[in-house]
């Protein structure tokens, strides 16, 4: 059973692009979780999705952030219009229940 | 609010015990979390205690959970080089989502 897949693992924006981070979930899981890490910082929840179904964004930037689970497909992160404060790295963790969770190899995204 | 304290640093001998504590404030947390980060890694899971336990051993592992003051720690047992990673800990308070400390980075000194 392979872990949480996550691509790319390194992503390089210039200010203004947008950056698409891909996590797939392991196998059997339904609950998809992103997570951001700034440097020297623990991770800080974004959001949970289910399913074609948005669970709890609490975490996510009201503007620029989206996120979405299709029904067939990795999760993806989207991130428009990129500024440098936006550089981090961005952790994926899926689960079979809401406890515990598994977590992917992250995507650095570097912003220039 | 939810805030999950750690020491920042800890730095031991090869061969010797490690003790990483933590604190949290959400008394209704169901289940309590060690994570291991190794430089430019993920987060690999090593031990979840549930809150109605005291104590948890797995092999080198040992969690120790004091409910009344909130104080999580882990203890690695002959600690080895190969330990050397940032330790987080992580609550999660009902149905939320998981809550992490800044974590604890371990160095182990050969």
Not at chain 2, 52 to 71: A, F, P, S, Y
Request: charged fraction near 25%.
């Amino acid at each position: 059973n392979a872990g949480v897949m996550q691509n790319p693992r390194h992503l390089v924006r210039r200010r203004g692009q947008e950056a698409r981070l891909r996590c797939s979930p392991m196998k059997g899981h339904s609950h998809v979780y992103w997570y951001r890490q700034l440097p020297e910082e623990g991770l800080k929840f974004m959001v949970y999705l289910q399913k074609e179904n948005i669970i709890d964004e609490s975490g996510m930037p009201k503007e620029r952030f989206s996120a979405e689970f299709p029904k067939e497909g990795p999760s993806i992160l989207r991130i428009q219009q990129v500024v440098r404060g936006d550089s981090a790295a961005y952790f994926c963790a899926s689960s079979p229940s809401s406890d515990e969770q598994y977590f992917g190899p992250g995507t650095r995204l570097t912003v220039t | 609010g939810e805030d999950v304290e750690q020491s920042l640093f800890l730095s031991v001998r090869e061969g010797d015990s490690s003790v990483i504590n933590c604190t949290y404030t959400d008394s209704s947390s169901t289940y309590l979390y060690w994570y291991k980060q190794e430089p430019g890694a993920g987060l690999q899971l090593l031990t979840y205690i549930f809150s109605n336990m005291d104590m948890k051993q797995d092999q080198r592992l040992t969690v120790l959970l004091n409910k009344k003051d909130k104080h999580l720690s882990l203890r690695i047992a002959d600690t080895q080089t190969g330990d050397s990673a940032i330790y987080f800990c992580a609550e999660k308070p009902g149905n939320t989502p998981l809550v992490f400390g800044k974590g604890t980075r371990l160095s182990v000194i050969a």
